[in-house]
């Protein structure tokens, strides 16, 4: 089985200033992981998925994870923020194709102006 | 390009009462499909999952339960709903060979 550790479910920043969000994961194969956002009562949208290679991935609007197998880790980063990046990101992972999608509990994010 | 219509937007239903929501896939053949329920504030939860019409796989019990009529189409039912049942419920798909999973907007149900 699959779990994601989101530690923190709330994260303020200045607008402008740079932005990590802490996503651990545990799987017992090499997971297939993702990062979404959710919008105020929106479903949730892709950011980025990671499944091999390059563990530093590239997602929409300027966000980018990166993969660390010995921290076991997937912490998603933006180097400036903007006001309507806040939003809730959830970590998730999977083990593949058709396999059940784990998510974690989410990290609101609130971007001050 | 692909399209997942939810429907209703949202709704609010009284304790006992049934409901049903629908969810419809278009622009893709086959996918797999997932319903999850998102409690207000919490993660989110996969219910069940279907890969083929007719056939509905259950992740956990809410009394709740799921039918896949068509290849495009996945239905969320109950015949009473309890109280527990308010929240965020999210249809899903995604393509057999890849982990990514593409989210509706979501239906809003407040059960009172």
């Known amino acids: 089985a699959q779990s994601v550790t989101q530690p923190d479910a709330r994260v303020t920043v200045s607008e402008g200033a740079s932005l990590q969000l802490r996503c651990k994961y545990s799987s017992s194969v090499t997971p297939y992981l993702f990062w979404y956002v959710q919008y105020p009562r929106q479903g949730l949208q892709l950011l980025l998925k990671y499944y091999s290679g390059d563990p530093v991935v590239q997602g929409v609007n300027g966000f980018e994870a990166e993969f660390s197998k010995s921290n076991s880790s997937f912490h998603l980063r933006k180097a400036s923020v903007h006001w309507s990046d806040s939003a809730v990101y959830f970590c998730?992972?999977?083990?593949?194709?058709?396999?059940?999608?784990?998510f974690g509990k989410g990290a609101k994010l609130t971007v001050s102006p | 390009a692909q399209t997942i219509h939810q429907w209703p937007v949202a709704e609010i239903k009284a304790v006992g009462s049934p409901l049903s929501l629908g969810c419809t896939i278009k622009?893709?053949?086959?996918?797999?499909l997932y319903w999850y329920w998102q409690a207000t504030g919490g993660t989110l939860q996969q219910l069940f999952y279907s890969i083929t019409v007719g056939q509905v796989e259950s992740v956990v019990q809410l009394n709740l339960s799921a039918s896949r009529p068509k290849d495009d189409q996945f239905i969320l039912s109950t015949e009473k709903l309890l109280l527990s049942h308010s929240g965020f419920y999210l249809c899903?798909?995604?393509?057999?060979?890849?982990?990514?999973?593409?989210f509706g907007k979501g239906t809003r149900l407040t059960v009172v």
């Open positions: 899903a798909w995604s393509l057999a060979g890849t982990g990514e999973v593409f």
């Open positions: 622009g893709k053949s086959s996918p797999n």
């Open positions: 998730a992972v999977s083990r593949g194709t058709g396999s059940k999608l784990s």
